[in-house]
């Protein structure tokens, strides 16, 4: 079982700056990809970003050259660096992996960008 844990949300302004962390204990860490999705009130979950255990990344349209998706396989940790933030931005942002074809979500980290 893996269990998904984020922080580092927060209330910033217009063009400001967060790093969000997803730390995840489980033995299979190592080997799968780990994705951030975001929610917005009303709105459906969006895909946000996804780093392989390899270090591939990618990422949604919206957030492409603002969002770093990056990842310490020693500390089971991924992190999210938002620069440039917008109102837009503005959602519970949620830690995704898999396991042996069960689905692990964290419990959410809220990011709110003032205008």
């Known amino acids: 079982q893996v269990q998904l844990v984020e922080s580092g949300g927060g209330l910033v302004q217009t063009g400001g700056s967060l790093r969000l962390s997803c730390v995840a204990s489980g033995s299979t860490f190592s080997i799968n990809t780990i994705a951030w999705y975001r929610q917005a009130p009303g709105k459906q979950r969006d895909w946000v970003a996804a780093?392989?255990?390899?270090?591939?990344?990618n990422y949604a349209d919206p957030v492409k050259g603002r969002f770093t998706i990056s990842r310490d396989n020693a500390k089971n940790t991924v992190y999210l660096q938002m620069n440039g933030l917008k109102p837009e931005d503005t959602a519970v942002y949620l830690c995704y992996t898999s396991s042996g074809g069960t689905p692990y979500w964290g419990q959410g980290t809220q990011v709110t960008v003032s205008s």
């Open positions: 780093i392989s255990s390899s270090g591939s990344t």
